[in-house]
């Protein structure tokens, strides 16, 4: 149980750190947020747990073609926010549009024989 809580805490300090940063500077808070520190933190969490380098590189993998469909709901966001939609709203529109992206890319990539 202490192990899920600092995993819990070191993963949300970051998250923390991220948004402080952000609010001081969007670009420096963007690049922050860009990397892929969530992705590492997740990685070296299975390793710590499982050891298992086949289920790590699936999980980069699944990664790398699930960070695509996100890219088009952070400029809908951007957009959205800029002709004045309530915060609220845009997030909700940006989100639904990510999950409709989702599922596009899992049904394209499954017909290429890529399982996520």
Avoid: C, N
Wanted: charged letters at 10%; glycine letters at 4%.
């Amino acid at each position: 149980m202490l192990y899920l809580i600092a995993k819990a805490l070191i993963s949300g300090a970051v998250i923390a750190a991220a948004s402080e940063i952000a609010r001081r500077s969007p670009t420096l808070g963007a690049l922050i947020v860009s990397l892929p520190l969530v992705s590492a933190l997740t990685m070296i969490w299975l390793w710590r747990d499982t050891g298992d380098v086949e289920r790590i590189a699936a999980h980069a993998q699944s990664t790398f073609w699930l960070v695509l469909p996100t890219l088009p709901s952070f400029l809908l966001m951007a957009y959205l926010l800029r002709i004045e939609v309530p915060f609220w709203a845009a997030l909700a529109a940006a989100s639904a549009l990510a999950v409709v992206l989702y599922l596009a890319a899992m049904a394209v990539l499954g017909r290429f024989g890529i399982a996520l």
